[in-house]
């Protein structure tokens, strides 16, 4: 995840240099969107670290033949 972590940086960065959201209406929406976007992506990495990948990290007990 670190390099999602790294484009939603750099969105950010490309997001600040827009005009501001109070001169045009459209970009309000596109910041709104783009918010959701970001709280939707970190809630999906954020279910992913702490619960998917970590049934995966669990230590197993070895298998006896």
Not at 23 to 28: E, F, N, S
Request: hydrophobic share 50%.
């Amino acid at each position: 995840h670190d390099a999602h972590r790294a484009a939603i940086a750099r969105l950010g960065e490309l997001v600040a240099q827009l005009p501001s959201p109070d001169a045009d209406p459209a970009v309000a929406t596109l910041g709104q969107g783009i918010a959701k976007l970001v709280a939707d992506l970190d809630a999906h990495m954020r279910i992913e670290d702490e619960v998917l990948f970590a049934r995966y990290d669990a230590p197993r007990a070895p298998i006896v033949a």
